[in-house]
């Protein structure tokens, strides 16, 4: 029985090698976000870029919801595997990091399928209706995952995908001592998607930990 392969910097190296590469858009974005304080920690990774991208032409989405945008780079990967007429509603709260997002979309020929939503995320997902989206990526606040899930199963449609990143967030969910709130979030949103009956699951020890979850058909 094979065992987890360790990701060592080689291995994910490696696995750059044999990708598809990033177009220089990406590179470039990729390597501003680098410099910015924390930038390497809340980027996702180029593997993870390609899976978002996969999942939403696999889902066939053409409403995608993004909670945390950042600096854009996973909202443009998802964008550009959109069928025609697909959207991206993206959510943050932060101005200045949104601001470069733009500046590249504009850049990539993309964001005339970009909506972006500046203001409280669980605000934003109040005003849309239950069934809407195909497919919900969360990647912001950890001490909120769990309302931007417990929302999420609502609004995705029967047969869509909600993708949470971070669900292992640097292993601290299994340190005793980390009682932070962005900890507890992380663990609880665990627990309620394994306890949801509402979805079928997968968890991916991947990148930071990366949790599928299927909305049953009705």
Same mark, same amino acid.
């Given at each position: 029985?094979?065992?987890?392969?360790?990701?060592?910097?080689?291995?994910?190296?490696?696995?750059?090698?044999?990708?598809?590469?990033?177009?220089?858009?990406?590179?470039?974005?990729?390597?501003?976000?680098?410099?910015?304080?924390?930038?390497?920690?809340?980027?996702?990774?180029?593997?993870?870029?390609?899976?978002?991208?996969?999942?939403?032409?696999?889902?066939?989405?053409?409403?995608?919801?993004?909670?945390?945008?950042?600096?854009?780079?996973?909202?443009?990967?998802?964008?550009?595997?959109?069928?025609?007429?697909?959207?991206?509603?993206?959510?943050?709260? !932060?101005?200045?990091?949104?601001?470069?997002?733009?500046?590249?979309?504009?850049?990539?020929?993309?964001?005339?399928?970009?909506?972006?939503?500046?203001?409280?995320?669980?605000?934003?997902?109040?005003?849309?209706?239950?069934?809407?989206?195909?497919?919900?990526?969360?990647?912001?606040?950890?001490?909120?995952?769990?309302?931007?899930?417990?929302?999420?199963?609502?609004?995705?449609?029967?047969?869509?995908?909600?993708?949470?990143? !971070?669900?292992?967030?640097?292993?601290?969910?299994?340190?005793?001592?980390?009682?932070?709130?962005?900890?507890?979030?992380?663990?609880?949103? !665990?627990?309620?998607?394994?306890?949801?009956?509402?979805?079928?699951?997968?968890?991916?020890?991947?990148?930071?930990?990366?949790?599928?979850?299927?909305?049953?058909?009705?």
């Amino acid at each position: 029985m094979a065992t987890q392969i360790a990701a060592t910097d080689e291995v994910l190296a490696y696995v750059e090698d044999i990708s598809p590469p990033e177009d220089p858009v990406l590179a470039e974005l990729r390597t501003l976000t680098a410099e910015l304080p924390g930038g390497s920690a809340m980027q996702v990774p180029p593997s993870e870029g390609r899976l978002l991208s996969l999942l939403v032409a696999l889902t066939g989405a053409a409403t995608v919801l993004e909670i945390g945008t950042y600096t854009g780079y996973s909202t443009l990967c998802m964008a550009r595997a959109l069928p025609p007429g697909g959207r991206v509603i993206t959510c943050d709260i !932060n101005k200045k990091m949104t601001a470069i997002a733009q500046s590249f979309w504009d850049r990539a020929g993309v964001a005339d399928r970009i909506d972006l939503r500046l203001g409280d995320a669980q605000e934003t997902m109040a005003g849309l209706s239950a069934g809407t989206v195909d497919l919900v990526f969360i990647d912001a606040d950890k001490q909120s995952y769990p309302a931007y899930y417990t929302r999420s199963v609502e609004l995705v449609r029967p047969g869509g995908l909600i993708v949470i990143d !971070n669900t292992l967030f640097f292993g601290r969910v299994l340190d005793p001592a980390a009682d932070d709130p962005g900890t507890a979030g992380i663990r609880t949103v !665990n627990e309620l998607v394994q306890s949801d009956t509402r979805v079928e699951t997968c968890v991916l020890p991947f990148a930071d930990g990366l949790t599928l979850a299927r909305k049953k058909p009705a």
